[in-house]
C-alpha cells in the first residue's frame, strides 16, 4: 500500500474541474490499478491531466494517438516491459519518460538512463514526489507556466537561448557569456542540458550533434575536453561528466 486509502479518497473527492485541455497530458503505464488510481489522483489535483495504458502495447498505440507530454513508465508489464517500450519510444520520439519500478539496482538506473529515461523512480514511493518530479521534468522540457519563454533551456548553472544561439552561466550571481564555444560544442553543450540527466554513449552523441562530421568515436572525447577546459575558465569544473564504459552525461551523481 503506497498511501492509506482514506487519503486517496480525499484527494479524488477534491474539486479536480480546474484541470482544463491546455493543461499537461500524463501518459501513466502501469497494470496495477491501485497505483494507477492514486497517481492519477495525485496528478489530477495538481492540474495535470492523466491518461492510462495497462501494457506496453497499449502505451505505444496511446503515445501515437494522444501525444502525452510526458509518460510514466513501469518496467514489469505484461505484453511488452517497459525496457522495450522506452527503446521503441526513442526510436522515433523526444517525449519524457520517468521510469517507475521496483528494480532498485545502480545497473537498472543507469540501463534506463542509457536507453532515454529522464528520470527514475524506485517502488515504493511517494507520490507526491512522483508528482514533483513530473513538474520539474515537464517544466524543463514545455517551459510549463513560462510560456514566453519557450526558446530557453535551463539547467543549474546553464540558460541556454535557442533563437541567439547564446549560452550564458551563472556564477556567484553573476551572468557571463560563454563566447569561445564552436558551433560543434554549442550542440554538444545544449544536448546535455536539454536532457541533464541522460547518459549519452559516444555514437549517440556523434549522430545528434556532428551528422555529417567525424564519424570516429574519439571525435567526441576531444570536444568534450575542449568544453571542460572553456567552462573551466568560469570556475566551473566536471562539466559534461564521464561514466565508465557508457559514454557521457551533463554531470555526475550528487
Given at each position: 500500500?503506497?498511501?492509506?486509502?482514506?487519503?486517496?479518497?480525499?484527494?479524488?473527492?477534491?474539486?479536480?474541474?480546474?484541470?482544463?485541455?491546455?493543461q499537461p497530458l500524463i501518459l501513466i503505464v502501469e497494470d496495477e490499478s491501485e497505483i494507477v488510481d492514486i497517481l492519477?489522483?495525485?496528478l489530477s489535483r495538481n492540474n495535470l491531466r492523466t491518461i492510462h495504458a495497462s501494457d506496453g502495447q497499449k502505451a505505444?498505440?496511446?503515445?501515437?494517438?494522444?501525444?502525452?507530454?510526458?509518460?510514466?513508465?513501469?518496467?514489469?508489464?505484461?505484453?511488452?516491459?517497459?525496457?522495450?517500450?522506452?527503446?521503441?519510444?526513442?526510436?522515433?520520439?523526444?517525449?519524457?519518460?520517468?521510469?517507475?519500478?521496483?528494480?532498485?539496482?545502480?545497473?537498472?538506473?543507469?540501463?534506463?538512463?542509457?536507453?532515454?529515461?529522464?528520470?527514475?523512480?524506485?517502488?515504493?514511493?511517494?507520490?507526491?514526489?512522483?508528482?514533483?518530479?513530473?513538474?520539474?521534468?515537464?517544466?524543463?522540457?514545455?517551459?510549463?507556466?513560462?510560456?514566453?519563454?519557450?526558446?530557453?533551456?535551463?539547467?543549474?548553472?546553464?540558460?541556454?537561448?535557442?533563437?541567439?544561439?547564446?549560452?550564458?552561466?551563472?556564477?556567484?550571481?553573476?551572468?557571463?557569456?560563454?563566447?569561445?564555444?564552436?558551433?560543434?560544442?554549442?550542440?554538444?553543450?545544449?544536448?546535455?542540458?536539454?536532457?541533464?540527466?541522460?547518459?549519452?554513449?559516444?555514437?549517440?552523441?556523434?549522430?545528434?550533434?556532428?551528422?555529417?562530421?567525424?564519424?570516429?568515436?574519439?571525435?567526441?572525447?576531444?570536444?568534450?575536453?575542449?568544453?571542460?577546459?572553456?567552462?573551466?575558465?568560469?570556475?566551473?569544473?566536471?562539466?559534461?561528466?564521464?561514466?565508465?564504459?557508457?559514454?557521457?552525461?551533463?554531470?555526475?551523481?550528487?
Amino acid at each position: 500500500m503506497y498511501v492509506e486509502r482514506q487519503k486517496l479518497a480525499a484527494y479524488s473527492d477534491q474539486d479536480t474541474e480546474s484541470v482544463s485541455h491546455h493543461q499537461p497530458l500524463i501518459l501513466i503505464v502501469e497494470d496495477e490499478s491501485e497505483i494507477v488510481d492514486i497517481l492519477s489522483a495525485y496528478l489530477s489535483r495538481n492540474n495535470l491531466r492523466t491518461i492510462h495504458a495497462s501494457d506496453g502495447q497499449k502505451a505505444l498505440e496511446l503515445h501515437s494517438s494522444m501525444k502525452p507530454d510526458l509518460i510514466l513508465l513501469d518496467i514489469q508489464m505484461p505484453k511488452m516491459d517497459g525496457w522495450n517500450v522506452l527503446s521503441q519510444l526513442r526510436q522515433k520520439s523526444n517525449t519524457p519518460v520517468i521510469m517507475l519500478t521496483a528494480m532498485d539496482q545502480d545497473l537498472d538506473k543507469l540501463m534506463a538512463l542509457r536507453i532515454g529515461a529522464d528520470d527514475y523512480v524506485v517502488k515504493p514511493f511517494n507520490p507526491a514526489e512522483v508528482v514533483a518530479r513530473v513538474q520539474a521534468v515537464l517544466r524543463r522540457t514545455l517551459g510549463v507556466n513560462q510560456p514566453k519563454q519557450q526558446n530557453i533551456l535551463r539547467t543549474d548553472p546553464f540558460e541556454v537561448d535557442l533563437e541567439s544561439h547564446e549560452i550564458t552561466v551563472n556564477v556567484d550571481g553573476q551572468r557571463h557569456a560563454i563566447t569561445t564555444l564552436t558551433l560543434t560544442e554549442f550542440k554538444l553543450l545544449t544536448h546535455f542540458i536539454n536532457s541533464p540527466k541522460r547518459v549519452f554513449s559516444r555514437i549517440e552523441l556523434l549522430n545528434s550533434c556532428l551528422p555529417e562530421g567525424d564519424t570516429l568515436e574519439r571525435t567526441i572525447d576531444s570536444h568534450i575536453s575542449k568544453i571542460r577546459k572553456k567552462l573551466e575558465t568560469f570556475g566551473i569544473h566536471g562539466i559534461p561528466a564521464g561514466v565508465r564504459g557508457v559514454g557521457y552525461r551533463f554531470k555526475g551523481e550528487q
